[in-house]
């Protein structure tokens, strides 16, 4: 459940967050601006995010990637090695990768 926030505490958070995530300003450079240690820009972010003020989508993330994490922790996937997964369709049809 998101957090209830006074509007001044949501601009400060908003105003934090898109200086980091849409001009790609670093945490410290965000600090410099606005007066404030390092540690409480990254606390701020973190807060912009379970506030809901920040709600990170990732577009396009497909089967292969949803493949390859489960994978990966198993051991079996290597840097550098990828494991190519087929689509349902693909599947059906007797497609290889």
């Known amino acids: 459940m998101a957090e209830e926030l006074g509007w001044d505490d949501h601009e400060l958070l908003a105003r934090i967050a ?7 300003r670093t945490q410290e450079e965000i600090a410099l ?7 409480k820009v990254q606390r701020l972010l973190e807060r912009a995010r379970t506030s809901g ?11 292969r990637l ?12 290597h840097v550098g090695r990828r494991v190519q997964a087929l ?6 049809l007797g497609q290889r990768p």
Not at 18 to 24: E, T, W
Not at 55 to 63: E, K, M, N, R, T
Not at 87 to 92: G, K, M, R
């Open 18 to 24: 898109h200086r980091s995530y849409v001009d790609g």
């Open 33 to 39: 601006e606005f007066g404030l240690s390092r540690p």
């Open 53 to 63: 003020v920040v709600d990170i989508h990732i577009q396009g993330v497909g089967h």
């Open 66 to 77: 949803l493949l390859q994490e489960p994978i990966a922790h198993l051991g079996a996937l």
């Open 87 to 92: 689509s349902p369709t693909a599947a059906l």
